[in-house]
C-alpha cells in the first residue's frame, strides 16, 4: 500500500505486479518558502525501491507521445517537474489516465503495466525514476506480446 502523508512507502510485490489499481499517486515532501519551493524524494522512503535510473524527457512537440511499452521488472515513479501531461495505464483488463501536473506528486507504476504518456503541454519536463538500471531485454514494446506475457491473452 502507498500512502500520501510522505511516511515509508510499502508496496506489497506480491499484488503490485500487474493492476492498474496498484498504481497510485506518492505526494512528495514540499517545503513551502516566499523564495521559492522545495521538494525532496528520498528512496525506500517516498518511493517503494532503491533509484537505479532517473532520466528526464522534454521538448515533447504537441500531440506526440512516449512510452507505449511495459517492463517486465522495473518499476517507476514518473513526476511532472515542469508543466504537464497524461499517463496512460493499462494492465490488460483494465486503463487508467492520471493527469500529472505538479513538481510534489508524481505516479508509481508497477512492473508489467503498459504505460504511454500523452497530451504534453509546452515545455512540459517529466521526470522518470526507475528501480533498474537501463536493459533492453526488460522492455515490452508491442501491445499483443504484453498481453501474452501478462497472461491477458
Known amino acids: 500500500m ?3 502523508n510522505n511516511d515509508t512507502v510499502q508496496v506489497d510485490q506480491a499484488i503490485a505486479k500487474s493492476s492498474v489499481y496498484n498504481a497510485a499517486i506518492i505526494n512528495f515532501p514540499r517545503i513551502v518558502d516566499e523564495r521559492g519551493n522545495l521538494t525532496f524524494i528520498e528512496s525506500n522512503r517516498h518511493l517503494p ?3 537505479a535510473r532517473a532520466y528526464w524527457i ?4 504537441g500531440g506526440e507521445s512516449r512510452g507505449s511499452h511495459a517492463y517486465r521488472q522495473l518499476q517507476e515513479v514518473i513526476i511532472a517537474i515542469s508543466g504537464s501531461f497524461e499517463v496512460l495505464l493499462d494492465d490488460g483488463m483494465a486503463q487508467k489516465v492520471v493527469l500529472l501536473n505538479r ?3 508524481g505516479v ?3 512492473n508489467m503495466i503498459w504505460r504511454r504518456m500523452q497530451n504534453f503541454s509546452t515545455n512540459a519536463v517529466a521526470l522518470v525514476l526507475a528501480s533498474l538500471p537501463y536493459s533492453v531485454d526488460d522492455y515490452i514494446r508491442d501491445y499483443n506480446e504484453f498481453l501474452r506475457v501478462n497472461g491477458k491473452r
Open 108 to 110: 508509481y507504476v508497477p
Open 2 to 4: 502507498i500512502n500520501d
Open 103 to 105: 513538481a510534489y506528486y
Open 49 to 51: 525501491f532503491d533509484i
Open 58 to 61: 522534454y521538448d515533447v512537440p
